[in-house]
């Protein structure tokens, strides 16, 4: 089992900057790809990011250039790091842990975009 806690949303004027965490516990935290999801109001939940336990990333087009995740291990932390944000990036967002099998989310950190 793994437990999963985000933090670091909030609100955010256009262009500004938010750094989310996802804190793990439980099972080895370095055997689990992790990931990044978001869901606007009335959508269905989307990728964000993902970072593999090798370190490989993937981002969504929509992200790509503005958005960085990482992980630390030693801290069974990863992080998404948010630049140049947009209203349309307005979501609730979710981490993720998943390896063959299994699947974890956590309760999700509101991001909001606002002037």
């Known amino acids: 089992q793994v437990q999963l806690v985000e933090s670091g949303g909030g609100l955010v004027q256009p262009g500004g900057s938010l750094r989310l965490s996802c804190a793990a516990s439980?099972?080895?935290?370095?055997?689990?790809?992790m990931g990044w999801y978001l869901q606007a109001p009335g959508k269905q939940r989307e990728l964000v990011a993902t970072i593999t336990n090798g370190g490989s990333t993937n981002y969504a087009d929509s992200v790509k250039g503005r958005f960085t995740i990482s992980r630390d291990n030693a801290k069974n932390t990863v992080y998404l790091q948010m630049n140049s944000l947009k209203p349309e990036d307005t979501a609730v967002y979710y981490c993720?842990?998943?390896?063959?099998?299994?699947?974890?989310w956590g309760e999700g950190t509101q991001v909001t975009v606002s002037s």
């Open positions: 439980g099972r080895i935290f370095s055997i689990y790809d």
């Open positions: 993720s842990a998943w390896r063959t099998g299994s699947r974890y």
